[in-house]
């Protein structure tokens, strides 16, 4: 068996493997919801209605449910991307049209692209307009989803294109350590990404007005000087033309920091309850989470940039994944087949990142129950559970591979535990 033979038999195995443990970790999180769906567990009794605990597991049990189908759509097109030879045909046809240089290379992976977002569009049109708006969620409009998605198209293009080009061309023109000044490009990127995020991009998409005056700004600024967080402000962002779910997030780094509250939130929350949801989010930064992670994700960039440079000149990594470089090399289809083929491999290991992402969260808890006030986090918390319509009875090994949050009840238990010392 030749090495190409070899690794197309290991990504199947990994392929259909993952898809088959994702099914059964679906069943297992659907039985629990529905084993629990007819009383509201102990831990929240008096706190979630009977009536919004049900509609938590029925919200739930369908997302999950539609959820497979696009898993099915999804394992369809990577199977028709790769041995069904998609990529072979954008390959062939760029290559007759474009030539082999790096505008070739971009338009293969645009081409890629597009064809992916294009499967992805009506799922996302139907989990909006059909799931979300039946547990009434959704608040947009045909028209505002159409100018989203343009809208990021056009955002995707404008940004993705130059670092695409700057990674291509260094590619060609570095040498054998290309992958590691193509990677310092990319963290450049991110980094100028997310500094120029509050201030142009953020604002295409929502309003942002200054917190008004009053009881709560007082309350919020007081926190920030507790804690000595200095920010450009606390704003106001207009979730509710899209969503009626909750949230609050801090964006940029250094002196370009920004809190913002979307209105959802606003709306159903007390000042006290406000607080203490800031205080947690006000955590994850005192307590370098964000930077953590930062730095975790740049050293796995770093390592698949390596990777990727090792795979680039395997002959039988193109060919194990259905693509033969007839027309020569090309770092666009490599670039292709290794977003395929990572997310395959990685999947065993979600439950160490969610696992790093929970530890997190308990974290911003105890830093948020130090700072603000226990009972209204928790409070705010049993808020933010009902009105998400999020589970509270979710099954131990789906949690373990897809929550990045602590499961409700053991949260609620972790405060309170907090709260005692």
């Not at 949801?277 to 730095?295: D, F």
Request: charged share 15%; net charge positive; aromatic share 16%.
């Amino acid at each position: 068996m030749n090495s190409a033979a070899a690794f197309e038999i290991v990504f199947i195995l990994f392929l259909f493997g993952n898809f088959v443990l994702k099914y059964y970790l679906d069943r297992r999180q659907v039985q629990s919801i529905l084993r629990n769906r007819g009383a509201v567990p102990l831990a929240f009794a008096g706190k979630i209605s009977l009536e919004a605990h049900q509609k938590a597991a029925d919200y739930s049990v369908e997302r999950i449910k539609f959820g497979q189908l696009t898993r099915i759509t999804d394992l369809g097109f990577v199977l028709i991307a790769t041995f069904g030879g998609l990529i072979q045909w954008i390959y062939g046809e760029v290559y007759g049209w474009f030539g082999a240089d790096i505008l070739a290379q971009i338009v293969i992976i645009l081409g890629y692209a597009l064809l992916s977002s294009l499967i992805d569009l009506p799922f996302s049109w139907y989990s909006t307009f059909r799931i979300e708006a039946k547990y009434g969620f959704n608040t947009t409009t045909p028209a505002r989803f159409v100018k989203d998605l343009l809208l990021s198209g056009i955002l995707s293009l404008i940004l993705g294109i130059p670092i695409l080009s700057a990674v291509l061309w260094i590619w060609n023109a570095a040498g054998a350590f290309w992958w590691f000044w193509a990677w310092l490009a990319y963290i450049f990127f991110i980094l100028a990404v997310q500094w120029i995020y509050p201030t142009f991009i953020a604002p295409l998409f929502n309003k942002f007005t200054p917190l008004p005056e009053g009881e709560l700004k007082s309350r919020l600024e007081g926190l920030l000087s507790r804690i000595g967080f200095a920010s450009k402000g606390l704003s106001v962002m207009d979730a509710s033309k899209r969503s009626a779910k909750g949230n609050a997030y801090m964006t940029g780094f250094g002196k370009n920091k920004r809190i913002v509250l979307f209105d959802t939130l606003l709306s159903k929350m007390t000042p006290e309850e406000t607080e203490a949801v800031l205080a947690h989010e006000l955590g994850h930064y005192k307590l370098h989470h964000i930077y953590k992670m930062m730095a975790f994700s740049f050293i796995f960039s770093l390592l698949f940039f390596w990777i990727l440079s090792v795979l680039a000149e395997c002959s039988w990594f193109y060919e194990g994944l259905g693509v033969n470089l007839s027309h020569g090399a090309s770092h666009g289809v490599a670039l292709i087949l290794f977003s395929v083929a990572v997310p395959v491999f990685l999947f065993p290991l979600a439950p160490l990142t969610s696992l790093f992402s929970r530890k997190h969260e308990f974290e911003a808890d105890a830093f948020a129950v130090r700072y603000s006030s226990g009972s209204a986090l928790i409070s705010a918390l049993v808020k933010l559970f009902s009105d998400n319509a999020a589970t509270l009875t979710p099954d131990p090994l789906y949690s373990a591979f897809y929550s990045s949050h602590p499961d409700a009840a053991i949260r609620i238990a972790t405060i309170q535990k907090e709260m005692s010392k």
